[in-house]
């Protein structure tokens, strides 16, 4: 189940970048081929590019795909990488419960007072609502992961090598 909710996010951040990058391509060319810039097209593609961001750690997370520095728990026996990833699993529940919480009250207060973008004076709250549900999410996927270990990367760097292709 996580795999398919993972996999309709990334779907759903493909149209965002799709439309984040057409936005960027017609204010271009609205701007210098026609000379009508648009007012609100700088705004609605840093909204756009900060909710692409937000789903992307999200599916990192889901997908146990993110960055990991595993030059230490490479070493380890079977047994400790599991402490570790579970540790691991545990620091970062807490910072992503720590972050939805913040990110909601942020969230919440830009609605309370009825915040908009600067320029075109777009509803900012609205957007703002992404990063306490992404953060939620991403704190119940390491939550998860603290009980349910994911398999392992394997112990040598050699599947890694990719100087070998040319």
């Not at 909710?5 to 081929?33: E, N």
């Not at 992503?96 to 009825?114: D, K, P, R």
Request: aromatic residues 16%; charged residues 15%; contains cysteine.
């Amino acid at each position: 189940m996580v795999r398919a909710f993972s996999r309709l996010l990334k779907i759903f951040g493909a149209f965002l970048t799709a439309g984040f990058l057409s936005l960027i391509l017609y204010a271009t060319l609205s701007r210098y081929l026609f000379n009508r810039p648009i007012n609100y097209s700088d705004e609605l593609a840093a909204l756009l590019f900060v909710t692409c961001a937000f789903i992307g750690i999200l599916c990192s997370a889901m997908d146990n795909d993110h960055i990991e520095i595993n030059i230490v728990t490479l070493k380890m026996k079977l047994g400790w990488r599991s402490i570790f990833k579970r540790l691991s699993a545990v620091i970062c529940t807490l910072f992503f419960s720590f972050f939805a919480y913040q990110s909601y009250i942020f969230a919440e207060l830009s609605h309370q007072i009825g915040a908009l973008t600067e320029g075109a004076a777009l509803p900012i709250s609205y957007w703002m609502y992404v990063m306490p549900v992404a953060s939620a999410m991403g704190a119940i996927t390491y939550a998860y992961r603290i009980f349910f270990v994911p398999p392992f990367a394997p112990t040598t760097d050699e599947n890694y090598d990719r100087s070998t292709e040319n």
